[in-house]
């Protein structure tokens, strides 16, 4: 069975550029989740997705913004970038959101990096 | 605030010299605690979920436990192939699901 895909694999923008980061869960998971990750630190939450709704948003800046589609995949969308954007962006599908809790699989990551 | 704090954050180990990585936390109620193992440069690998103090789980050499405070990931006669980051996640019991993380452990076996 496929896991959770992500593309790009790596990407080089400029600051103040836009970028567009995809995601495809596990067949059958429902929620979607994105973290952010700088090199040292662990994943930090950025969003979670169930159904198409927004149901949980880290502490991120407007400039970051998500939406998922009705295949259950997901786009995160950052503008303006910053140099301080470069991360590992990864994405986490899961069955459900919160009524019983799921374990969350990870996909192998986008990396950005903002010059 | 949920917070989750990971030591040693480095650990260097002999082939077959087995330890111990902690992980504590704080969550006002913790619906779930999980392990994950992380590759350079790629996703974390999920490898246990524990939900309640007491509960214990294993995976080939690797024992993970929990209790009201912290959890221990045990490492027994580790192999150079165990060398990863090691990472600790809560799940709060209020919200959605939601995983905050600690900073890691790199574990480094030697042969």
């Known amino acids: 069975d496929a896991g959770v895909t992500q593309s790009p694999t790596h990407l080089i923008k400029t600051r103040g550029q836009h970028v567009t980061l995809r995601c495809s869960p596990i067949?059958?998971?429902?929620?979607v989740s994105w973290y952010q990750q700088v090199l040292g630190q662990g994943p930090q939450f950025i969003f979670q997705?169930?159904?198409?709704?927004?149901?949980g948003r880290g502490n991120f800046p407007d400039r970051f913004s998500a939406r998922q589609f009705p295949n259950y995949s997901s786009e995160l969308n950052v503008n303006a970038l910053l140099l301080g954007d470069s991360a590992l962006y990864l994405c986490?599908?899961?069955?459900?959101?919160?009524?019983?809790?799921?374990?969350?699989?990870f996909g192998p990551g986008t990396r950005l990096t903002v010059l | 605030e949920d917070q989750v704090t990971q030591s040693p954050e480095a650990l260097r180990l002999q082939e077959g010299e087995s330890s111990s990585l902690n992980c504590s936390y704080t969550?006002?109620?913790?619906?779930?605690l999980f392990w994950y193992r992380q590759d350079p440069g790629k996703g974390p690998e999920f490898l246990f979920t524990?939900?309640?103090a007491g509960e214990e789980k294993e995976k080939e050499r690797l024992k993970a436990t929990l209790t009201k405070k912290e959890s221990f990931l045990h490492i027994t006669a580790p192999k150079p192939e165990d060398s990863a980051t090691y990472l600790c996640?809560?799940?709060?019991?209020?919200?959605?699901?939601?995983?905050?993380f600690g900073k890691g452990t790199m574990l480094l076996v030697s042969p």
């Open positions: 969550v006002s109620g913790l619906r779930g």
């Open positions: 524990l939900y309640s």
């Open positions: 986490a599908s899961s069955l459900a959101d919160s009524s019983s809790y799921n374990e969350q699989f």
């Open positions: 996640a809560v799940a709060e019991n209020s919200g959605y699901s939601t995983l905050t």
């Open positions: 067949s059958g998971h429902k929620s």
């Open positions: 997705y169930y159904e198409k709704e927004e149901r």
